[in-house]
């Protein structure tokens, strides 16, 4: 799952061009916090997943933990709500090689700096004969079938495209996000400025996607948490669970403009009763198909959003946690073997309980501390640096003579 917290601060007014568009002009906000917050508590989400998996075994809690992979679902959704609302208007027109470059270009800056950092980590514990996929270690080591197509494949960051798995576990996601990018002018065309029966149709086909994904899910013979817990790069799988969650969120911000909708879901009632239903799913609910589709109207509801929901969500801690998100997300899979470790190692001292609960607060404050830095150190000097070169290269190709 790739994450554009950057993004939240800009916004383009969309104004429709053609009589079949729904994108109408809006009031440009400077950032949508709420959904910036929401962000951060999924991240944190999929790092209890991850992290503590012995809370599990504790009835509808467990059952809501051992959901964490679904939170990623909810990033697929914001992604393509939050890249729509801000780089949609430049696809309005159709596509042009100049503006898909930029956008490609900026989506490099924001997420290459820190997954390259940690490409190169998982790569050297793989030197050091650590194991295949030191960053993934709850599930059994991938054999890599072709090491070196396998590795190249993740450093330009396609290995989710059929070729294999992520050295750098949850990497997965930003892999497959990365297809979502590649053909961002033809998703935004049709899903914002197409036809209403186009975007009917793309939210057929959405769904049907996820449904597909819950179906291979159950027959690919991998190890899954829950029927939507696609990972493996070696399928199909992945590439089209996050397209099937992009395109919903280009839809829910082509929705966004029609107002009636977005303005009764942005209510503070409405929004705690979607999020009573989604916590109650995670905790009860029969299947993962029962909770997705809760996701999306959450997202299109918060975008509107005024009141105190907004305000708790976009406000304090909750706020810190999304601007760290993506580093969270990178960083808390490298945590998992050493809070293990500090657990057993505890454990004759303080008994299992109470040693498994002082290892899973040094593991978090570890994370914490490490995405602050991360975010501070890698992310913002990578993507500027990134940003810079590429305005310089445009300059000087611009001026060159023909």
Avoid at 7 to 17: D, E, F, G
Avoid at 201 to 214: D, H, N
Avoid at 229 to 246: K, Q
Avoid at 303 to 323: E, Q, S, V
Wanted: proline share 5%; hydrophobic share 55%; with cysteine.
């Amino acid at each position: 799952m790739a994450f554009n917290t950057d993004a939240l601060a800009r916004t383009h007014s969309l104004q429709s061009a053609t009589s079949g568009s729904l994108i109408r002009r809006h009031t440009p906000r400077t950032e949508v916090r709420a959904l910036t917050g929401l962000r951060g508590i999924a991240a944190l989400m999929v790092a209890v997943y991850h992290i503590d998996p012995e809370l599990r075994a504790y009835a509808a809690f467990g059952r809501a933990i051992g959901r964490g992979y679904l939170w990623v679902d909810l990033f697929f959704i914001l992604s393509g709500f939050v890249l729509a609302l801000n780089y949609g208007a430049r696809f309005q027109s159709g596509w042009s090689a100049g503006s898909w470059r930029d956008f490609l270009l900026r989506r490099v800056a924001r997420l290459y700096p820190l997954y390259a950092a940690l490409l190169l980590g998982a790569l050297a514990y793989m030197a050091m004969g650590w194991g295949e996929s030191f960053a993934m270690p709850l599930l059994p080591y991938p054999h890599l079938a072709h090491p070196l197509a396998v590795k190249a494949a993740n450093v330009i960051m396609v290995q989710s495209w059929g070729v294999g798995p992520s050295l750098d576990g949850t990497a997965w996601s930003l892999s497959a996000e990365w297809a979502a990018y590649v053909l961002f002018p033809l998703l935004a065309g049709l899903a914002l400025f197409g036809r209403g029966r186009t975007a009917l149709l793309l939210a057929a086909l959405a769904a049907a996607g996820i449904v597909a994904t819950a179906m291979l899910t159950g027959v690919d013979h991998e190890v899954h948490s829950g029927a939507l817990d696609a990972y493996d790069g070696r399928t199909v799988e992945p590439v089209l669970r996050c397209l099937s969650g992009f395109v919903l969120g280009l839809l829910m911000f082509r929705l966004a403009q029609g107002r009636r909708v977005s303005a009764w879901l942005a209510r503070d009632g409405v929004l705690a009763a979607l999020l009573a239903l989604t916590a109650l799913g995670f905790a009860f609910a029969p299947d993962d198909l029962w909770i997705y589709p809760l996701f999306p109207p959450l997202v299109l509801g918060l975008y509107g959003n005024r009141g105190a929901i907004g305000r708790l969500l976009g406000g304090g801690a909750i706020y810190w946690l999304g601007l760290v998100s993506y580093s969270i997300y990178l960083v808390h899979p490298y945590l998992v073997l050493p809070k293990r470790g500090l657990t057993m190692l505890l454990g004759g001292a303080m008994g299992p309980t109470a040693a498994d609960v002082a290892a899973s607060a040094a593991a978090f404050a570890a994370m914490l501390v490490l995405s602050g830095a991360s975010y501070r150190l890698i992310e913002e000097p990578g993507r500027r640096m990134i940003n810079h070169a590429t305005r310089t290269w445009m300059q000087r190709t611009a001026i060159q003579p023909r």
